[in-house]
């Protein structure tokens, strides 16, 4: 729809100048206008397509059950992950305040406020 505009008011101005016809200075302002409004909307739309894409990338990951991928619940405490997943592959020191730890497994990494799970998220 944008190209059609651009290419519309290109063709205006290409038949007044063939067929001698003056375009109002009113016009010619509004299509300088207009043209490049018009070129950054198209430019700038793929982008939010992008962002649908992530989105739905999101919502594909594996359900926290049997039948998926289990990984701990926000809530749990260090010792109760440590009891049903083992140790972890890497535990990343405490950062900031409140303190933030990371501990990664093979197929998800978990992250602690204190002692209790704020947040699992799955290896893609």
Not at 2 to 10: F, Q, V
Not at 20 to 38: V, Y
Not at 82 to 107: H, S
């Amino acid at each position: 729809m944008g190209n059609h505009l651009i290419l519309s008011a290109e063709s205006r101005i290409n038949n007044a100048i063939f067929w001698g016809d003056k375009i109002g200075e009113e016009s010619q302002k509004a299509m300088r206008f207009t043209a490049p409004l018009l070129l950054a909307a198209i430019l700038v739309s793929p982008l939010a397509a992008a962002d649908v894409l992530l989105i739905d990338v999101i919502d594909e990951s594996p359900v926290n059950s049997s039948a998926g991928l289990p990984r701990p619940s926000n809530g749990q405490s260090m010792q109760t992950i440590r009891q049903r997943f083992g140790e972890p592959l890497k535990m990343t020191p405490w950062v900031g305040d409140p303190p933030i730890t990371r501990w990664a497994y093979a197929n998800f990494t978990v992250y602690f406020e204190h002692e209790l799970v704020i947040t699992s998220v799955v290896h893609r």
